[in-house]
């Protein structure tokens, strides 16, 4: 809240609830001179009324018009209604002017209201509805209102505005806007209430008040929308279209987005009505220039419809205008085919990083096929870098809702994965196997020493396969039975090795183990 709103709460507090005049005045001229509409607005009231300054109508109406100028309802209403006369006649006593109902005290109000004067029964309702102060010139001469509990004085207040509102169009009127939500008041004399406000409207209309009787006939015509409404809905749940159509063409006709993109899937798909399309373009961009997501996606595809089908180019970069459109404002089904589209060149522009950025959108919301093609563009690496692992994970998500295209994908890479696997495996045996060979070369020619780092080098490898491995361990078990240079003979040596050998599961040295056992 700024200071200047601030200030006028303030005000509004001293003014109505502590009915401290003086404080409330000098509060409201600080934000009144801000600029303030509201401020200005009490500040002029507060000048018509001689409430903590002294009465001076040309300086209330110098406020008034100040924030009327800013828009501000009540001010312009003051001026036009309570004001005009005193404006005209300002200063010339002698012309029998209309009464200034707003600046009478009550007991004045009272003898015209009994004189049959039905706007002072309505501005004496008033007055008795906000409950000024007894002590203050409006009131203290009213014998009646000031014997009164504040309850009576709301009774009597509410008694008085209705008698005039029966007999006069205007007061009817007036009272209806005190309970109207919609209508703007700084100060309400009643709580809002719609049903009393639309019997006052009516009862207005009825007394040929103008704009009483355009609110009546916009409540009849919004009161037949929404039956309109009810009833396409209940068509709709029925999947009865025919039904459907003619109130949703009365909602659509009135501006409904919802309407207006129901009535082009009709058309589009000949549901209640003859396929048209043209007629579907018409009222999706109805909806979709209302920023109806869904409506966008499907005038993006209807759009693409009639350029893939009647081969016009412009139709096919409509298409990815509203496609695009509808991607923006978070529509899952708009940002696949925003992708589709630029992944594809559907529209004549190719742009992977585009196709990219909208496939992990849709993919995000939810949409296998968006999930599918993601993975694809990681493991292609189009319009980021290729990652088989962001690839992989998106097709499970994909083959997780039913895609069949994901789970192929994700079949051949593994696929793959497991033939590399293979050849990988091979190439290592092949490789150990290799090594093995050498080794023994070497014990045979008698070359000990290099075949001990040899075997040791198989032994130890991580890679090499358990067989080879345990191969490698009985020959260099074995060579520790007589020793050579530098390694002395030993049969604990050996039995190591051997061992070694079985827990790679070379069985022929458990058979070598039991033979020296019997030997030992």
Avoid at 150 to 159: F, I, V
Avoid at 415 to 426: P, R
Wanted: hydrophobic share 35%; proline share 2%; glycine share 8%.
């Amino acid at each position: 809240m700024s200071e200047i709103e601030k200030l006028v709460e303030q005000a509004d507090y001293y003014r109505y609830e502590k009915k401290d005049y003086e404080k409330a005045f000098g509060l409201y001229e600080k934000a009144a001179k801000a600029g303030h509409a509201n401020a200005q607005y009490e500040f002029g009231f507060m000048y018509l009324n001689g409430e903590g300054v002294e009465e001076n109508h040309d300086t209330a109406l110098e406020w008034l018009r100040k924030a009327a100028a800013q828009g501000h309802a009540n001010a312009q209403k003051m001026i036009d209604v309570y004001l005009s006369d005193y404006e005209e006649t300002a200063g010339d006593e002698d012309e029998d002017d209309e009464p200034l109902y707003s600046i009478m005290a009550t007991y004045e109000l009272k003898e015209l209201a009994e004189q049959g004067d039905f706007e002072a029964m309505y501005h004496l309702g008033g007055m008795y509805l906000l409950g000024g102060d007894k002590d203050s010139m409006n009131y203290a001469d009213d014998e009646e209102y000031c014997a009164m509990t504040e309850a009576e004085q709301k009774t009597a207040g509410l008694r008085y505005v209705e008698q005039a509102a029966e007999g006069d169009a205007w007061c009817a009127f007036w009272l209806a806007e005190e309970y109207d939500p919609d209508v703007y008041a700084m100060v309400r004399h009643l709580p809002t209430d719609r049903s009393a406000a639309a019997k006052w409207y009516k009862k207005a209309a009825d007394g040929g008040h103008k704009k009483a009787k355009k609110w009546v006939e916009a409540a009849r015509a919004k009161q037949e929308l929404e039956e309109s409404v009810i009833n396409a809905q209940k068509y709709i749940n029925n999947d009865d279209y025919a039904g459907a159509f003619p109130y949703l063409k009365i909602v659509a006709n009135a501006g409904d987005a919802w309407a207006q993109y129901s009535i082009g899937l009709c058309y589009f798909g000949g549901d209640g009505t003859a396929q048209d399309y043209k007629a579907a373009v018409h009222w999706f961009e109805k909806a979709a220039k209302q920023g109806k997501p869904e409506a966008q996606e499907w005038l993006g595809k209807t759009c693409w419809k009639l350029g893939y089908e009647y081969e016009k180019a412009e139709k096919n970069r409509d298409a990815l205008e509203w496609y695009e459109k509808a991607a923006q404002a978070g529509n899952m089904h708009g940002q696949y085919n925003t992708a589709f589209h630029y992944c594809y060149k559907m529209s004549g522009i190719q742009d992977y990083k585009k196709a990219f950025y909208w496939f992990e959108k849709a993919a995000q919301q939810g949409d296998k096929d968006g999930q599918s093609m993601l993975g694809a563009m990681y493991a292609d690496g189009k319009g980021t870098v290729k990652d088989m692992d962001k690839a992989c994970f998106w097709w499970k998500k994909a083959a997780a809702q039913g895609d069949e295209q994901a789970q192929k994908s994700l079949d051949d890479y593994e696929g793959h994965v497991q033939y590399q696997e293979t050849l990988k495996i091979i190439e290592t045996q092949r490789v150990w196997t290799n090594a093995l060979d050498e080794a023994n070369k070497a014990r045979d020619r008698g070359d000990l020493p290099k075949a001990q780092i040899l075997y040791n080098r198989i032994i130890y490898a991580d890679d090499a396969p358990d067989e080879v491995k345990g191969i490698a361990a009985a020959a260099y078990g074995l060579m520790h039975i007589k020793g050579w240079p530098g390694t002395p003979a030993s049969m604990k040596m050996v039995k190591h090795f051997l061992e070694k050998a079985v827990n790679f599961g070379y069985k022929p040295a458990a058979d070598t183990l039991r033979e020296l056992s019997k030997m030992m």
